[in-house]
Every structure is written in C-alpha cells, then in structure tokens.
C-alpha cells in the first residue's frame, strides 16, 4: 500500500473512536516481522508487547503468512453449520490435545471478551443459576457480560448497568500462602454469608495470573483451595486464560502451573498469531447441555483463523517455545532484578514464563506510580522498545515479548530500559 502518512496523520486519526484508539504508544508502523515492528520513521523497534500478547510465534511468522494464503485459496468464510470445513475440524481435534485435562469441546468466538460470554453463559445454563463471583482486580473484556466480572479499573463501568455479580478480592502479593488461603476462605464465607445465597451462584471466574489488574501470581494452593470451594459448593469454575495461554507462562496454560482443571475456560489472543478467534472450551458432556442455537456466531471458527490456530499450535511445539519461554523468562527476569538494584523506583518484579510484570514505585513514597511508569515507557520507545503497562493506576511495565525472543534482544531491549529509566527518573527527581 503506498501511503501519503503525513496526510493520514494529520487528518484521519480522528476517525478513529478515542476509546479505543488513543491508546499507548500509537507508534505508526508499516510492517512487523518476528520480535521487531518498522515505524513509519524508517526506525526498528524491538517489540516487547506481542501486540499485547498475541504474537506469541512472532510477528509474521513465515509458516503463520502461508497458512493465511492457503487457506484464503479454498475458503474465506464459514460459517460453521451451515457449511462443514476440515479446518476447523482439524483445529479443534489439534487443540483439545493440548487443553488441560477434559476440556475437549469448542465454541468459537472472535475475541477474548466472546470467550467469556460464552464461558459465562454456558455456566449459568447449565446450573440455571443466575449469579457469578469474580475478583477484584480481574480483567475479562468489554462487552456488558464480562464487563460484569471486569473491575480493573472503574471506567470501563461507567454509566454501565452490568450486576448478576459478586466480587471478592484476588490474591495479595504481599501475604504469604498461608494467610492467604486463610483470608481467602474467610472472604467466601462472608460472601455467602452477607451477600450471595450459594444456590444463586453458578460459577467463579478468574484469571489463574492477573494480567490487567497488574500481573500478580498467586501461590500454587491458593489457586487448588479455589477450586476446592467451588468443589465444596456446586459452583463451576472458570480459568479466563485470554491471556495466560499458549506458552506465555513456559506452560500450554496457567492452568498446568497450578495444576488445577477448570469446568470451562475462555481463550483467544495468541490462538491464531493475529487472526481474529477465541474458544469457550468445555468438556463434551457439559458442551452438551448446551442446546442448538442457544448460543452461536455468524463468524466464530472462521478457515482462515483455523489454518492460522493449527500453524501456531505447530510453530508452539516445533521450536520448542515453551521451553524458551522458561529458560528466556528466567534469564530476563535475572537481568531486571539487576536493574532494581540499580533504580529504586522498580517495586517488584513479577515473573513467570515470559509473562513479566516491572511494578514502578514513586521515588520517594514507594507508592505505586502510574504518571512515571508512562513516563519511562515514553522514553523507552524513545530508545527503540515498545512495551505495554497494565494495573490499576498504570504502574506495571509489561514485558511480554513474543516467545521465540533470544537472551541477546532481551539485553538489547533490558539496556534501552535502563536508558530510558536513567532518563525518566532523572526528570523526575
Ligand atoms: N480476558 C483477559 C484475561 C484479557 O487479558 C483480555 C484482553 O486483554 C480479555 C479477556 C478480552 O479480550 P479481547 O480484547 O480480545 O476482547
């Protein structure tokens, strides 16, 4: 496409809705290839944000682009039902190999916010219960069902009627495991003892590592008494692994770090390397339960996204990511603990796979501190690193940058870091 972009700069941005386009770093890029974006400034940019982890395989991978053009030779368009497709028969036969446990029945959606409607639909069917507890922090989507388990940050809600919804707090990173089972419980048994009649709540949904919210990892038991107390109480549980999933924690899905199998679990984001698809996932006899036309989509399981999902599924096991993301994931997380020895304002640095989260503490109050954390972030890109932010006030540096990343890009990205918190914080003091 050739492209006048000082025209397109100047005057078209404000076509695009605000909500969604105004987000950070908006750098104008014309092409993407493996851990690097190419700006419209003719500059290369180390990408540490996976497109916010979806590029799990890099960007472009060779395999991901044949894949898109095979397919779009046979088939462009479903939709499933009216018409049977081998791919997406292949893709759900290939995913349900590396699920956790029984999870080996599909509805596919396009997006990660689809996944949880579905995932919470089917919960509430099939308990015909109306109610479910989220946590406090927890991130699932935009749309007004998973709006109504979404507390990240209060304006996504706004002027928002969302209810059938009960939250209790997520883990806290500075209890440790016992207190923190200990206060677990003692908030479910407040719950339903002041606000929730149990019979009334059909499941509990979260994110087995918080993204959004902040990225914190809770202790292994607490996530196992979670599904203890929905064992105890009749409740489905649902893993949001949106996120988490395909190889970003060094595991197929968090829920192999934790060891625990979820009822239903929604995923999406790095299914497909970009291609738009996410899956409520369940196992068959409760996908069962499930009457025809009771919950469908005119595009979900789109031929080119299922080419795409089978190709990611291949590079995943292929090229040894998950391992990569471990090994890649410690020696990062090694490197940045070096650089919060340097620079106070890193609070706490939280790791697991590739899933790394820098929290960023005022200098002086050790508050967390969005204002700087955007500021170090603006500097970085700067330098020629993009990364993302998350938590409630913006205070988290996300670093998740595709799995087939090497320890070298990583100490080229972690020294423009360093540059750019020298600069920032030399500012700001
Ligand atoms: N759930 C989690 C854990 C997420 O991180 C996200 C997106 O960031 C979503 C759901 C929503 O996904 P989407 O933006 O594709 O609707």
């Known amino acids: 496409m050739s492209t006048n972009w000082n025209n397109l700069l100047e005057k078209l941005p404000e076509r695009l809705a605000p909500s969604m386009a105004k987000d950070h770093p908006n750098l104008p890029v014309v092409k993407e290839e493996g851990v690097y974006y190419f700006g419209v400034d003719k500059k290369k ?30 088939l462009t368009h479903g939709p499933i039902g009216v018409i049977q497709y081998e ?8 995913l349900a190999n590396v699920m956790p446990g029984d999870l080996d029945c599909f509805f596919f959606g396009n997006s990660g916010t689809e996944a949880v409607e579905g995932a919470l639909k089917l919960a509430r069917h099939v308990k015909n219960k109306p109610y479910a507890i989220s946590f406090t922090g927890g991130f699932h989507g935009r749309t007004l ?26 883990y806290d990173p500075s209890d440790d495991e016992q207190v923190a089972i200990e206060k677990l419980d003692a908030q479910f048994n407040q719950l339903f003892a002041h606000a929730a009649d149990v019979e009334e709540v059909a499941c509990v949904i979260m994110e ?16 196992q008494r979670i599904r203890e107390i929905c064992n105890e109480n009749d409740l489905l ?3 949001d692994e949106v996120q988490t999933g395909f190889g970003r924690t060094g595991e197929w899905f968090a829920s192999n770090l934790f060891d625990v199998v979820p009822d239903i679990m929604a995923i999406a984001k790095a299914m497909a390397s970009g291609q738009p698809i996410s899956a409520t996932v369940a196992p068959h006899k409760l996908m069962q339960q499930w009457p025809l036309g009771s919950h469908a989509t005119t595009y979900g399981g789109n031929p080119i996204a299922c080419r795409a999902g089978l190709a990611t599924l291949e590079i ?26 340097k620079y106070p304002v890193i609070g706490s640095i939280r790791a697991v796979g590739l899933m790394i989260g820098i929290e960023i503490v005022h200098p002086e109050s050790g508050e967390p501190d969005g204002e700087l954390a955007m500021n170090i972030l603006d500097r970085a890109l700067e330098e020629g690193v993009l990364f993302y932010f998350c938590g409630n006030k913006g205070e ?34």
């Open 145 to 170: 069902g998973s709006l109504s388990v979404s507390t990240s940050k209060a304006k996504y809600r706004k002027h928002q009627p969302v209810g059938a919804s009960y939250q209790i707090p997520y």
């Open 87 to 94: 791919s997406i028969l292949k893709y759900a036969d290939e």
């Open 316 to 341: 995943l096991k292929e090229e040894n990511l998950l391992q990569n993301a471990k090994e890649v994931g410690a020696y990062a997380a090694a490197q940045l603990d070096e650089l919060k020895a």
């Open 45 to 74: 940019y180390l990408d540490f944000t996976s497109g916010i982890a979806v590029t799990n395989v890099g960007h472009r991978h060779p395999k991901i682009v044949q894949a898109i053009k095979d397919a779009a030779d046979e």
């Open 237 to 239: 549980l649902i893993f």
């Open 208 to 223: 087995p590592v918080l993204g959004e919210g902040g990225y914190v990892i809770p202790p292994k038991r607490w996530v």
């Open 396 to 429: 988290v540096i996300r670093m998740i940058p595709p799995l087939t990343v090497t320890k070298e890009q990583v100490d080229d990205g972690l020294l423009m870091l360093g540059r750019a918190l020298e600069r920032a914080t030399k500012k700001s003091t």
